[in-house]
């Protein structure tokens, strides 16, 4: 199984909407002889791969799967039907599959055709690798890490605006790696105006993730390098109030706009899962991560924290306003992981226990 | 010279004015036959305890030391008459002694005696262990630490001033220690009068620290836990701008009282160093600890980072305005420390890297 979930990390940042599976035949005498994992969305389920690189040799054998089998017709057949036909007797799986098309339905088909079905081995693991398309299945939302740089005494810009840059170009890299693993980069029409930022994973993920403008009044520069589409897709949203001039000079652009029913993050998310979206990342400035983070639109928080002081009173800060007023209700988060990144320090914490 | 660090960093926190040092007494043979350290100003230097110990066996030893032995008369006589008369042939020393009344001269007497001198032996962890001393004989002002605890997103309070507590219980005993290295402990009269803190290291120096209170205008609550000298002795350090009402006020209430030339942070710090302060913490609100930062008066940074959230544009930050219009200009230092202490994380920088 460990096998597996090495081999499901394969596919991070390039399956959504499905999950990252991986998944190894042993043949009736043990010996491993397939592999396979789920490469992106389309792409033959890892069952399958595993099972092919088998051939004949997976007859009377095993299959150990970091997920339970699909039992439904997708964009592929059903693996289900591909393990029976195989001749594979014993299925190992890590967890059942969240999407209400199989959740167990899949394992059900397993036994009634014969096989012996083992489940729960490394369920924590494989729960935690595809923790983003669980949130997405069970809430309609992508998974939101909420990513940010300040200085050690928590700004994100000097008093008169300058923000380029605060962190070291270690910590930039290790930004860029993870907007690889994500499949949008969302930012306020304030960043877009301020900073002219480019937002892409500097080519480590193909295609690029999409970058993302939430943007209430459109109003917006007529250059930037977000509307370059040969660097990445972007898309524009906006709510009911966006001015009808502002929507048409977007659409010169050739820049591509949804419209929400409301401007509010929630809204956007829950349009992003409806395209499949199992991850993204807010990097906007202060009062729409604010807004995301209290309507629920923030699981994990990356703060890049360079060992510098900026000072003063009316510099940006990460977040607005959150409304509390009692200690006890500030967002809480257990630490996940704490390291130094070049000269600066990466601290990440996970806000909601269950994912 | 490794063990007699080790003694050394024993007097830790209650050596000021003097330095911290340790020594070890071999024989002729190379057998350890005595080790001292200096426990407190006032009590043996480290080379008598470890002479004293050693008695006839330290004729034709060695001595190593970790600080240039004296050659002046302080509150005890002149180390390298001891050394001397008691039959010492070779002494190995870390570093030589800043204070302009050695700076060399002990070395020079030794020498002149006869005996063998080594120098140069782990000086960098020697003077790293005395880098509070030798910033208080070279600028005049004890070194200085400025401490915070914030939200990961820099909040040191709530937007309503709410700010106990932000960290957790094993963060706050890590203060307690802190200040158990330091001489004082520095608020201004705005902590004073929003959370009558108690200042103390629980008990875990002895004495505890001066509790330094900087109030331009001493607009001083009448009942506060600083004014209690049963928990620690206090001073309140003010400009010549307070009014007369306000000191016999203080005085009524047998709180020392110190007039600056200027209430500014480096008036202060000068006249800490008076004292023979070697180290000092300040523990005070944005405005003042970016009066501090600025007047040079901060060597190290220390700020514990809590793992939550606390937004909020009006919230209160660790620092006030540095003045700040680049970037490049930004305090930036080289990581010391970074490490988890209970829930919460420390993060310590060292500003200056000369010391």
Do not use: Y
Request: proline share 8%; charged share 20%; net charge neutral.
């Amino acid at each position: 199984m460990r096998r597996a979930l090495h081999l499901a990390a394969l596919g991070q940042g390039r399956t959504s909407p499905n999950p990252m599976v991986g998944a190894v035949v042993l043949d009736a005498g043990g010996t491993l002889v397939g592999e396979g994992f789920h490469a992106r969305a389309g792409a033959p389920h890892a069952e399958v791969g595993a099972l092919r690189q088998a051939g004949e040799r997976a007859r009377g054998g095993t299959l150990v799967v970091s997920l339970e089998p699909c039992c439904h017709h997708g964009r592929t057949p059903p693996c289900t039907e591909e393990v029976i036909d195989a001749g594979i007797v014993r299925v190992v799986v890590a967890m059942t599959d969240p999407d209400p098309r199989v959740a167990g339905a899949g394992l059900s088909r397993l036994r009634a055709a014969g096989l012996e079905v083992i489940e729960g081995v490394a369920t924590d693991e494989a729960w935690w690798l595809n923790r983003a398309f669980v949130h997405r299945v069970r809430t309609g939302r992508p998974l939101g890490i909420l990513k940010w740089a300040m200085s050690l005494d928590g700004r994100t810009a000097l008093p008169n605006g300058k923000s380029q840059w605060i962190s070291g170009p270690a910590a930039r890299e290790w930004v860029h790696r993870l907007r690889a693993r994500c499949d949008a980069v969302i930012v306020g029409g304030g960043t877009v105006r301020a900073d002219d930022p480019l937002l892409t994973s500097r080519g480590r993920r193909d295609p690029e993730p999409l970058r993302v403008v939430l943007s209430r009044g459109l109003d917006l520069p007529e250059q930037a390098r977000l509307w370059d589409p040969a660097a990445a897709p972007t898309l524009v949203a906006h709510g009911p109030e966006a001015p009808a001039a502002a929507r048409e000079r977007l659409d010169a652009l050739g820049v591509e706009r949804l419209e929400l029913t409301a401007c509010e993050p929630h809204q956007l998310l829950e349009a992003l899962a409806r395209r499949g979206f199992n991850r993204v990342l807010w990097e906007c400035g202060p009062v729409l991560a604010a807004g995301a983070l209290s309507q629920g639109c923030v699981q994990d928080v990356a703060a890049v924290i360079a060992p510098k002081l900026l000072g003063g009173v009316p510099a940006r800060t990460p977040l607005g306003d959150l409304g509390l007023v009692d200690l006890a209700n500030a967002p809480f988060g257990r630490t996940l992981r704490l390291e130094p990144c070049g000269s600066d320090w990466i601290g990440q914490l996970n806000l909601q226990p269950g994912g």
